[in-house]
């Protein structure tokens, strides 16, 4: 089983920056057997959403909404995944989820593993 911890959440204004840290972990672990890692964020009343993920090979895919903004990036030596956050804006304010696929042929694979979350909120 694979365990997915989030770090870095919280409060900043409009224009300001955050990075999120997911650490992957768990019985046996190995990083080999992860995939596609990548952040979704969930606002109240609205559906969980793809923000930004990232291939073993490194190719990445981003939501519109926060291309040219946010970067998204892996370290498999840590198992660990980043998401620097820049130019944030109030409806950037949700949930940050991080996830994690098994090992697939497609490029956005559905997740099988999720994180618990951190919030973000963005005041204007």
């Not at 409009?14 to 997911?22: K, P, Y």
Request: net charge positive.
């Amino acid at each position: 089983q694979v365990q997915l911890v989030e770090s870095g959440g919280g409060l900043v204004q409009a224009g300001g920056s955050l990075r999120l840290s997911c650490a992957a972990s768990g019985t046996f672990f190995n990083i080999l057997n992860i995939g596609t890692m990548g952040w979704y964020r969930q606002a109240p009343g609205k559906l969980r959403d793809l923000v930004a993920i990232i291939s073993r090979s490194g190719v990445t895919t981003y939501a519109d909404s926060v291309k040219g903004r946010f970067i998204i990036s892996r370290d498999d030596a840590k198992n660990t995944v980043t998401l620097h956050m820049s130019n944030l804006k109030p409806e950037d304010t949700a949930v940050y989820y991080c996830s994690a696929a098994k090992p697939s042929t497609s490029l956005a694979p559905n997740p099988d593993y999720w994180g618990p979350g951190t919030q973000v909120t963005v005041s204007a």
